[in-house]
């Protein structure tokens, strides 16, 4: 079932809704765990590492794949 919330009482009611908005984003903002510069640095790498990976393995199955139908395909072209 649905509740009704009443608006609150008080505070900044004559604020121009953009403002408030950015107000209340710096106000979150400032709640944020934020990492350290070591935690940082490590999480960035692993980022790197993993995209360099993951680049090698597409890479490597495009090349592959790339070879075999390459052999089936051209290869029957050409004995025909």
Same mark, same amino acid.
């Given at each position: 079932m649905a509740t009704s919330?009443?608006?609150?009482t008080g505070g900044r009611r004559s604020e121009p809704a953009p403002l408030r908005f950015f107000r209340e984003a710096l106000d979150e903002l400032r709640k944020v765990s934020w990492p350290t510069m070591s935690e &940082?640095?490590?999480?960035? &790498?692993?980022? $790197?590492?993993? %995209? =360099? %990976? &993951? =680049? =090698?393995? $597409?890479? =490597?199955l495009d090349w592959g794949l790339q070879k075999l139908t390459a052999k089936f395909i051209y290869d029957s072209v050409v004995n025909s």
């Open positions: 919330v009443r608006p609150r &940082l640095y490590r999480y960035t &790498l692993v980022v $790197i590492v993993t %995209v =360099a %990976v &993951l =680049a =090698a393995f $597409i890479g =490597a």
